[in-house]
């Protein structure tokens, strides 16, 4: 037997082992996302837009690398960061919320020089202000995720009380995080999040084929946030949208490999899941290509993030879609097959 057929055989027949494999990631990811926490205070590095400090943007032909080593000696690489203005010259320097604004601007002009007022511009963002902006962002998420995870339910799930009562905890919880967030945090965004995992149960009872895609749209989330962590990759506003646009991304193959294994009678369940894998592998590919076309031609620093957490994001999809999402299932289309047997 070569290779491949041996690939083939344990997908086939070990499809169960297999879920193993993206568990374990989730569950790595879990604890690097833990760690986080707790040696930074934060789920995530939050660059200024986020996390508050000083952003001065410097109109020189000085070199900007001369300036990011020797800001990053004197507060530390954690505190700024310096990136170069695409198509200028000039750069951007962003420091930590801890660091003096004016202090900052005359250590770069150590480096450039003294510079007229009409060649440096200077922004400040407040640390309170960074914080309840990455607030409306996370209930943004979360809110999407919550609709998202209603929409599966409705295509694939089964018994219309449960679809209703699905229904009317999404816009409960949706309703807690929009338009009551001025409460405080443990009556509503944790309320929020009871009802998103009581939601989780009342799918994986009542549709497995559910659970499965909205399962992996979770792990699509929690191990490539956890990868952005590991790397140290500051997050802008533009790094959170691209986690929107990722649970977007992460849901299309996962319906596709759905709708052809439930939806579809032609040929056998593996048959089926081969069908899709095709589809659905194509599909991701060009994306990624894609992406990564644009994370090279793009001079814009806020779009080359996006288009790396979302190319991390379909790298991490592809072990999530065909091995958990397509695992689990193959258990419910078993399971039903079963089922019509019997009654047969």
Request: cysteine-free.
């Amino acid at each position: 037997m070569g290779i491949k057929e041996k690939i083939k055989e344990i997908y086939e027949k070990k499809y169960k082992l297999l879920l193993l494999i993206p568990l374990t990631l989730l569950f790595i990811a879990i604890i690097i996302n833990i760690a986080h926490v707790a040696n930074t205070g934060d789920i995530i590095n939050k660059g200024v837009s986020l996390g508050g400090g000083t952003s001065i943007t410097v109109y020189t032909d000085a070199n900007y690398k001369d300036v990011e080593a020797f800001l990053k000696n004197e507060y530390g690489a954690a505190n700024v960061d310096v990136k170069n203005i695409a198509g200028q010259q000039g750069f951007i320097v962003d420091g930590a919320s801890e660091i003096n604004s004016e202090e900052l601007l005359q250590k770069i002009f150590s480096i450039t020089g003294e510079l007229a007022e009409e060649n440096y511009s200077m922004e400040k963002t407040g640390e309170s202000l960074g914080k309840s902006f990455f607030q409306e962002i996370f209930r943004a998420i979360l809110v999407a995720f919550l609709f998202m995870g209603f929409v599966v339910f409705l295509y694939f799930g089964h018994g219309t009380k449960a679809k209703v009562l699905s229904f009317i905890l999404t816009i409960t919880a949706s309703v807690l995080l929009v338009f009551i967030k001025n409460k405080s945090f443990w009556t509503t965004d944790i309320s929020a999040i009871v009802i998103a995992v009581f939601l989780m149960g009342l799918y994986l009872r009542n549709s497995l084929s559910s659970f499965a895609v909205i399962m992996s749209a979770l792990v699509d989330i929690v191990v490539t946030l956890a990868i952005i962590n590991v790397i140290g990759l500051k997050l802008s506003t533009a790094g959170i949208v691209a986690f929107l646009m990722l649970i977007g991304y992460s849901v299309d193959t996962d319906i596709l490999l759905a709708t052809r294994v439930l939806k579809r009678k032609e040929g056998t369940i593996d048959e089926r899941v081969y069908d899709a894998m095709k589809t659905g592998i194509i599909m991701t590919t060009t994306t990624m290509i894609a992406v990564l076309i644009a994370y090279f031609v793009t001079p814009a620093d806020a779009i080359k993030q996006i288009m790396l957490i979302i190319f991390i994001g379909l790298i991490v999809d592809l072990v999530s879609t065909w091995l958990q999402t397509a695992g689990l299932i193959k258990i419910y289309a078993y399971r039903m097959q079963k089922m019509h047997k019997k009654l047969m």
